[in-house]
């Protein structure tokens, strides 16, 4: 066994166990700690896969942003772990069909002659002057554009309904019009005031 197929190995148990772990560890804190170390595994499966700009972009932006940002949320809605236990035995074995159907999904798919090693050979090695960065940018917008574009308009429509969901007016909340912010006047907003001296007050008294 070489040391890339030990390293490999290595990092692939890791990510297992890590993603079990997120689904069973009952302190929200602990899974998002142990979803930010199945993140890092996958980003050594990726280097080992000559795909540095993947592993780095998820890094950066899954455990350096992301993680952190859903951590922060945790803690800060100080989760009640009693209540959301509750109910939980009444939706296990909805939720035990739904797992072995994604269990028997995998299996066919990973189990098929697409995947197999003949299939996927060992990535060959690249000259001096390859960049992974330049040829992942030629193929997203030259073989996958369609495919980008859509992902685009769809995380857009997303976040357009995220907050079109999440709107709510009240009646306490102040609002600014541009409109009349741009449109208004200086004798509209200041006002000049005559007033005597704290000296002037005094000579006359």
């Known amino acids: 066994m070489s040391f ?11 990510l297992i ?3 079990l772990r997120v689904i069973t ?3 929200p804190v602990h ?3 142990f979803l930010v170390l199945s993140f890092v595994a996958a980003a050594g499966i990726w280097l080992l896969l000559q795909a540095e700009f993947l592993a780095i972009t998820l890094v950066l932006v899954y455990v350096g942003a992301v993680m952190v940002l859903f951590l922060f949320v945790v803690m800060m809605l100080d989760v009640n772990l009693a209540r959301l236990r509750e109910g939980f035995w009444d939706y296990l074995p909805l939720g035990g069909i739904v797992g072995a159907l994604l269990v ?3 299996i066919v798919v990973l189990g098929g002659d697409y995947f197999s090693v003949g299939e996927m050979p060992q990535p060959a090695g690249h000259a001096a002057g390859y960049s992974s960065i330049k040829e992942l940018g030629r193929l997203l917008y030259t073989q996958y554009v369609y495919a980008f574009e859509i992902a685009a308009v769809i995380l857009l429509v997303a976040i357009i309904a995220a907050i079109a969901l999440t709107l709510r007016s009240r009646k306490n909340t102040l609002y600014q019009n541009p409109g009349e912010q741009v449109a208004v006047r200086r004798e509209d907003r200041v006002r000049m ?3 005597r001296s704290e000296k002037r007050a005094e000579e006359r008294a």
Do not use: G, K, S, W
Request: proline share 0%; net charge negative; aromatic share 16%.
């Open 4 to 14: 890339q197929t030990f390293v490999f190995y290595a990092l692939a148990l890791i």
């Open 17 to 19: 166990y890590a993603a």
């Open 25 to 27: 560890a009952r302190n």
């Open 31 to 33: 899974a998002a700690l």
């Open 104 to 106: 028997a999904e995998m």
């Open 193 to 195: 005031v005559d007033m």
